[in-house]
């Protein structure tokens, strides 16, 4: 593919892919290299160098601005769920679904995704595996994309916020104790420590994930020592 007939870019990124609590979000963002210079203008980065003021307002523009976009929510369950695979592989589904719901196959379009495996070949591999039609496009899987190219910046910004829409409404069901979700927050883990077992059957928690583990290993030490 010539750089002439590089007409459309298709930026794609992760958010809340390690969170305990949660959901992860993906996002894909279509634009052409005008509106790519305008969002450059206009201060679209990673979306984990903006404020949360400032994300919300570059959202909008975003989503005004974009060709189109497509997101992807993938709740606990269907991360816990093995029979999906890894979550390398879920998001590989994932963002093919994406890719497939966005390009139509009438236009060429060079897509950019930042990429979630240490083994950028073997899954970029899995990737087009599971895409429909390559026939158009030219597919680039890179560590760091949020950071250097403006299409992927703008689908970072589009997945935070989505995240932290879903995390809002966990924090007006149950408080906002509930903190960010991650494990490195002191907050998160004061709840899931009091709420593990009273809401472990709402969907929130991360089941597969060691933090839980560990936790639910820990509670069942101290009944068998009292």
């Known amino acids: 593919m010539s750089k002439e007939e590089l007409i459309l870019i298709l930026g794609i990124d992760d958010a809340g892919r390690g969170p305990v609590i949660g959901p992860m979000v993906l996002a894909g963002c279509l634009i052409n290299k005008e509106t790519e210079a305008e969002f450059k203008i206009s201060g ?12 919300e307002h570059l959202v909008l523009m975003i989503k005004e601005k974009a060709i189109t976009f497509e ?20 998001e590989a589904k994932k963002i093919a679904l ?23 070949t073997a899954w970029t591999d899995t990737l087009k595996s599971k895409v429909e039609d390559l026939s158009n496009l030219e597919i680039v899987c890179e ?22 829409e879903e995390m809002d409404k966990l924090r007006n069901k149950y408080g906002a104790s509930i903190g960010s979700g991650y494990s490195s927050d002191p907050y998160t883990i004061k709840f899931l420590q009091d709420n593990a077992n009273k809401l ?3 969907g929130i ?14 509670k069942q030490q101290m009944k068998l020592e009292i």
Not at 98 to 117: A, F, L, Y
Not at 144 to 158: G, Q
Not at 205 to 218: I, P, V
């Open 143 to 164: 560590h760091k994309a949020d950071r250097n190219h403006i299409a992927v910046s703008a689908a970072s910004i589009l997945a935070k916020s989505k995240r932290e």
């Open 98 to 120: 994406i890719i497939n719901k966005i390009n139509d196959g009438s236009k060429r379009i060079k897509v950019i995704v930042d990429c979630p495996s240490v083994n950028i």
């Open 71 to 90: 997101i992807e929510v993938v709740f606990p369950e269907e991360i816990d769920d093995k029979t999906q695979g890894n979550l390398n592989l879920l």
């Open 205 to 218: 928690f991360r089941q597969s994930w060691g933090t839980w583990k560990n936790l639910m290993a820990e």
């Open 200 to 202: 472990r059957d709402e």
């Open 44 to 55: 679209v980065k990673d979306s984990k160098d903006l404020t949360s003021k400032r994300r």
